[in-house]
Nanobody
Framework: QVQLVESGGGLVQAGGSLRLSCAASGVTFSSRAMAWFRQAPGKERESVAVIDWSGISPAYADSVKGRFTISRINEKKTLYLQMSSLKPEDTAVYYC??????????????????WGQGTQVTVSS
C-alpha cells in the first residue's frame, strides 16, 4: 500500500520561507518521478513542481520559478519543496504525488498516481 505523508506546512508572513517534506512508503521511490501540486480555495488543483527519479532535472510552474525548489533524497524516500519569498497567492493545500508511470513530465502534462493527504500553507500579507 502506497503512503505519502506531507509535513511542514503552516502560517507564514509574506516574504517568508517554508520547507515541505513528503515521506513515501510502499512504492519504489527511487524509480518514480515525483511532484508537488496545490489547490487553493475555489480553484482547480495545479501543478507546482516535478522532479525525475534521479533528482537532476526538475521543472516548475511559471508562478513559482526562482522561488521554489523541489528536491529528493532517494535513500530516505523523501521529497522536499523549499519555498521562499512566499506570497499570499501561494496560500493553498499542498499535495505530493507519485507521478503516473510512463508520463513524460517535461511536456507539462502529468498527474499523480498516488497522493498524500495534503498540508496547508497559509501566507499572510
Amino acid at each position: 500500500q502506497v503512503q505519502l505523508v506531507e509535513s511542514g506546512g503552516g502560517l507564514v508572513q509574506a516574504g517568508g520561507s517554508l520547507r515541505l517534506s513528503c515521506a513515501a512508503s510502499g512504492v519504489t521511490f527511487s524509480s518514480r518521478a515525483m511532484a508537488w501540486f496545490r489547490q487553493a480555495p475555489g480553484k482547480e488543483r495545479e501543478s507546482v513542481a516535478v522532479i525525475d527519479w534521479s533528482g537532476i532535472s526538475p521543472a516548475y510552474a511559471d508562478s513559482v520559478k526562482g522561488r521554489f525548489t523541489i528536491s529528493r533524497i532517494n535513500e530516505k524516500k523523501t521529497l522536499y519543496l523549499q519555498m521562499s519569498s512566499l506570497k499570499p497567492e501561494d496560500t493553498a493545500v499542498y499535495y505530493c504525488a507519485v507521478v503516473r508511470a510512463g508520463t513524460n513530465i517535461y511536456t507539462g502534462q502529468y498527474d499523480g498516481e498516488y497522493w498524500g493527504q495534503g498540508t496547508q500553507v497559509t501566507v499572510s500579507s
